[in-house]
């Protein structure tokens, strides 16, 4: 292959060409800085991006390749790749997509960015999100929204649609995102890729990152399992401090070790009500799901129809915990913030300790309730969206209330695992007639990563989509 189609490579396939010697990373990250200027206008998957700092790594790699021992080398040595803006970087300015923050240089950096440095990935930069990661969509006031590689007029979804358009686009091969309500799996489905939320505390927000909910969890986005599963690698080491530790693998295991593993035959159960009884699935989102429970089906394993284990109960007190978390940014200029943010602190400001406890608490009631139903299975089928990416503008045709209302068709099925903690992904098995990409959800048991890797590898399999790209992938 051409240096013009290095970024038709997957992050696992790009580390072995660097190890063998077949190109390096000062070409990886040149061809993909090439890439960025060339689309991100048009994407705007960047809040900043980094390119001298890339070309210094990039350059330091290659030294470290001819005088180093290869079998030293971190298994993601000389890939490019791209952080959220959420997560804090001191080399570079995190935004929080926020104005207020427009100059914000952190004095300690994410025990994510650090991991993902030791794994021997280079950042070409930080990824747009929306103003605190409030949105189902990415729209800021800094560089504007990001849109799907598929239609630019579509949304690429939030809170990282920034890093799915990236990785949709053939920016960087992989990216790291974060989730506290669908927000990796949201914009996977919006740009056809893969993307994964961990469980709860499979990946540290440490060292000052919060925990309080125990709503949001870092993780990747990709075109293949083994790209998710190879970052889940490089992520999943808990942090001295951290509130909650997902279980870790046996000892000599790896997550890439399960995207190669035959998950068995497994009891799936498949549902498709939203939980609200306004909003109804789209068609062609609806027979996507049904395809994929009958694919499922088609490979061995038991599928059976069950109700929504969640049904309405958490409603209420996730948006409650929502509009509280919304505060755990101090700013001292509150006049910059976006309208939308305005509404959901002053939503969070007006609720009492007694009535955020209630909400935590009937979260997590609801949730042990639906674990409970879920227990007979290994995995849970929904749809991922209710409805297909709508333009970004579309959600601010009207004030703040009507803003978030109309968000519920992107995270309708999404948010309820953040509150149960379960891993779920987004996986891209669908498309419609007019050529929008369309996702399915599967989530697993509580610290189920593993046997959920195997089994969205052994669809991946069967129904490839990595070949299936936008046009300007090409």
């Given at each position: ?205 440490g060292p000052v990152g919060s925990d309080v909910t125990g709503f949001t969890i870092q993780g990747p986005l990709s075109w293949t399992v083994r790209d998710a599963a190879a970052m889940l690698d490089a992520l999943a080491h808990p942090q001295p401090g951290d509130p909650y ?230």
């Amino acid at each position: 292959m051409g240096q013009s189609g290095l970024h038709e490579l997957d992050a696992v396939a790009q580390a072995a060409a660097v190890r063998g010697g077949e190109i390096s990373p000062v070409e990886l990250v040149e061809h993909h800085l090439d890439r960025i200027a060339r689309y991100d206008a048009q994407l705007g998957a960047f809040l900043t991006v980094t390119a001298e700092s890339a070309r210094d790594q990039a350059s330091s790699a290659e030294q470290r390749l001819t005088h180093g021992d290869l079998d030293a080398l971190p298994p993601l040595f000389g890939v490019p790749t791209a952080i959220k803006d959420l997560s804090a970087t001191t080399d570079v300015r995190t935004t929080f997509g926020s104005k207020a923050f427009e100059e914000f240089v952190p004095q300690r950096e994410a025990h994510a960015v650090r991991l993902l440095r030791e794994a021997g990935t280079i950042s070409l930069g930080k990824t747009n999100t929306p103003e605190f990661g409030l949105s189902g969509y990415t729209d800021n006031d800094l560089v504007g929204p990001a849109r799907s590689p598929w239609d630019t007029a579509r949304t690429a979804g939030g809170s990282s649609g920034g890093a799915a358009a990236a990785v949709a686009a053939g920016l960087v091969p992989f990216a790291h995102g974060s989730d506290g309500g669908g927000s990796i799996r949201i914009p996977a489905a919006c740009c056809g890729i893969f993307g994964l939320k961990p469980s709860r505390g499979r990946i540290s927000n440490g060292p000052v990152g919060s925990d309080v909910t125990g709503f949001t969890i870092q993780g990747p986005l990709s075109w293949t399992v083994r790209d998710a599963a190879a970052m889940l690698d490089a992520l999943a080491h808990p942090q001295p401090g951290d509130p909650y530790w997902a279980p870790p693998l046996p000892d000599g295991e790896s997550f890439l070790q399960y995207a190669g593993r035959d998950p068995g035959r497994l009891r799936i159960g498949v549902y498709t009500d939203p939980g609200l009884d306004e909003l109804a699935v789209d068609p062609e989102i609806m027979a996507a799901h049904t395809a994929a429970a009958e694919l499922l089906a088609s490979l061995g394993h038991e599928v059976v129809e069950i109700p929504n284990p969640f049904g309405d109960t958490l409603r209420d007190s996730f948006l409650g915990i929502w509009a509280t978390q919304s505060l755990l940014m101090k700013t001292a200029s509150e006049e910059q913030l976006r309208p939308l943010s305005k509404w959901w602190r002053e939503i969070g400001r007006g609720l009492s300790a007694e009535q955020f406890l209630d909400a935590m608490t009937g979260t997590q009631l609801g949730s042990r309730r639906a674990v409970e139903a879920m227990d007979a299975f290994d995995a849970v089928l929904t749809p991922t969206l209710a409805v297909h990416p709508p333009a970004p503008e579309w959600f601010q045709e009207g004030d703040a209330l009507l803003e978030a209302q109309r968000q519920t068709g992107l995270s309708c099925f999404t948010a309820a695992f953040n509150a149960s903690g379960q891993p779920a992904a987004s996986l891209p098995l669908g498309q419609s007639a007019d050529g929008v990409p369309i996702g399915v959800m599967l989530a697993g048991r509580p610290a189920g990563e593993a046997a959920l890797i195997s089994l969205c590898a052994q669809i991946e399999a069967a129904q490839p989509w990595a070949h299936r790209r936008p046009p300007l992938f090409a």
